[in-house]
């Protein structure tokens, strides 16, 4: 493990992942200052123990495997082709939600006959040489191909863009990560229909001797944890208020929890409004509510008296540890 005094977290240099990875932190209150686009290093204001660096998503896995990096954003397919079996290497969210894609065996459209594994199989086996294979992920690819039997095969180390590849000549079909399938259609290429090597987005991986043992390192994987896990609950909620007159909080609480929409999180909470004179009677109710039930919401709290409703979003909703903190925890446990 290399040694460093800093806390070191590794992005995506560029592309569609580097953009997202940087738009997801921000979102979460994680913003990167990054003052000059070709700068090297940047900060998170709010974690200032942190220093950003920007590498290429392959570079991050060997990165944080070797301990250079504390902490990395890359694609699961890099961290399945290049974490290592050793078990430096720790998964801390496995879903970011963003750079979703699927590492698939395509095949020439001209092979008509060959649309699953079996047709695969039997195909190669008809061949008078190894089948070719181009790829950029020749460990996941060469452990599916030999699972399911498909053999003889080469493996074709390959650069650049594999879809050329069978029309080239230097390899009969292609193991790559497709996302909407246009470019494979492009080059008349086909996904089997059972190819899937493996289903990726990204994820959030950490050093595990790291976090063993440098207690700051695993405090910032908590609060890296906290704050996505937070705000990836806000998302997909929004925060309701509104004014029903009642006789006390619990006969409104009852209104309430009588409809489903209506029982928030874990109950409404039920104030006193205030009014000048003597008309009292009125309550204030907060409840967060699933976004997509929000006009079913308004709707029965209009039915029960609410009016002067207000929506707002929700940033963060922070619960009890999230369970993938307990997952950290319970992996570091572990008998190395």
């Known amino acids: 493990m290399v040694e460093h005094k800093d806390i070191r977290l590794s992005l995506p240099s560029k592309g569609p992942l580097g953009q997202a990875a940087l738009d997801l932190l921000a979102d979460c209150g994680l913003k990167v200052d990054k003052t000059h686009p070709r700068q090297y290093a940047a900060c998170i204001p709010a974690l200032p123990s942190v220093t950003v660096l920007h590498q290429r998503p392959g570079d991050i896995v060997v990165s944080v495997r070797d301990g250079s990096v504390d902490f990395g954003i890359t694609g699961m397919d890099l961290v399945a082709e290049r974490g290592g079996d050793n078990g430096a290497l720790l998964v801390l969210h496995d879903a970011l939600g963003f750079g979703q894609c699927a590492l698939s065996l395509a095949v020439p459209e001209s092979w008509e006959e060959v649309r699953t594994l079996v047709d695969l199989r039997a195909h190669a086996r ?90 700051k390192v695993l405090t910032i994987a908590r609060l890296l944890l906290e704050y996505i896990e937070a705000h990836s609950r806000a998302d997909d909620h929004v925060a309701v208020f509104a004014n029903i007159r009642g006789s006390s909080p619990r006969s409104i609480a009852e209104r309430m929890f009588a409809l489903e929409t209506l029982g928030g999180l874990e109950g409404p909470t039920v104030s006193p409004v205030i009014v000048r004179g003597e008309n009292g009677g009125w309550y204030a109710v907060h409840i967060v509510v699933r976004r997509d039930c929000l006009f079913g919401a308004i709707s029965d709290l209009r039915s029960i008296g609410g009016s002067g409703v207000v929506v707002a979003p929700v940033s963060y909703i922070f619960e009890e540890e999230p369970d993938r903190c307990q997952a950290m925890m319970a992996a570091l446990a572990e008998q190395q």
């Open 126 to 215: 008809a061949m008078d040489r190894p089948l070719r294979v181009a790829t950029k992920f020749p460990r996941l690819t060469g452990d599916f191909l030999a699972r399911h039997q498909i053999r003889p095969y080469g493996l074709v180390d390959a650069e650049g863009a594999l879809e050329v590849a069978p029309t080239i000549g230097y390899a009969d079909m292609i193991s790559d990560l497709v996302s909407t399938g246009q470019t494979l259609r492009n080059n008349r290429l086909r996904p089997l229909e059972d190819g899937v090597i493996l289903r990726s987005q990204a994820t959030l991986i950490a050093n595990r001797a790291a976090l063993k043992r440098r207690p």
